[in-house]
């Protein structure tokens, strides 16, 4: 996908926007024709299904991560779970240390196309998630940072400030929804051959 190509996306995006990452993530995936898919924090699982479900069943691959044994087992049993189609994976592991490359060979896929980044909101966690996740992204690959908040979520809010000015990447931010009680979330996107206007003041 080329410069000019996101910067439609992020006006497309825009224009559907909404914190609410249940139905923005399918609407991305689309756009972006995600076949890859890391998550870091599965909670109860609703995110790993919404990914689950928008992925291909014959070519997705979704990775998911969580520190906690108790969230991995609800997500195990999460009925929007079990009837996922596309290649599925979750591990209870200090996602700040996966080896993400190692663990997509399996699956003959070298980078992610999409990382959902919703784990730990302390800061040190948020930055070496990010800074984890990188060498596994494509080019192109987006991050979605939910709780991009600086009130509510110091710390997700600085490590992601000073990921993208450090790695250069433009972030189009999803204001607070009132409707969904949804923080905001914020859609990280590299630059490539030229700078992107970044959508966000």
């Known amino acids: 996908m080329q410069t000019t190509d996101l910067q439609k ?8 926007a909404s914190s609410n990452l249940g139905p923005l993530l399918p609407l991305l995936m689309r ?17 790993t299904a919404v990914i689950g479900h928008s992925l291909s069943p014959a070519k997705g691959v ?6 906690n044994p108790k969230c991995a087992e609800l997500v195990v049993n999460n009925p929007a779970i079990s009837s996922i189609r596309c290649r599925f994976r979750i591990l209870t592991e200090d996602s700040r240390t996966v080896d993400w490359r190692t663990r997509l060979q399996p699956y003959e896929r070298e980078f992610a196309d999409l990382a959902v980044v919703d784990g730990c909101h302390a800061y040190e966690y948020v930055r070496d998630d990010l800074a984890n996740l990188l060498p596994a992204m494509a080019p192109n690959g987006l991050i979605v940072c939910h709780d991009y908040d600086p009130r ?3 710390g997700v809010f600085r490590a992601v400030n000073e990921f993208k000015a450090r790695e250069r ?10 409707e969904t009680a949804s923080r905001a979330s914020c ?13 966000t003041p």
Not at 33 to 47: A, Q, R, S, Y
Not at 62 to 67: P, R
Request: net charge negative.
């Open 169 to 178: 990447y433009a972030a189009m931010v999803l204001p607070h929804d009132n």
């Open 152 to 154: 509510a979520e110091p």
């Open 187 to 199: 859609i990280l996107v590299p630059y490539l051959s030229a700078p992107l206007e970044d959508p």
């Open 9 to 16: 996306l992020l006006v497309h995006v825009k224009s559907h």
């Open 31 to 47: 756009a972006c024709h995600v076949k890859t898919c890391l998550e870091i924090g599965v909670c109860e699982g609703f995110l």
């Open 62 to 67: 979704l990775i998911s991560v969580d520190v």
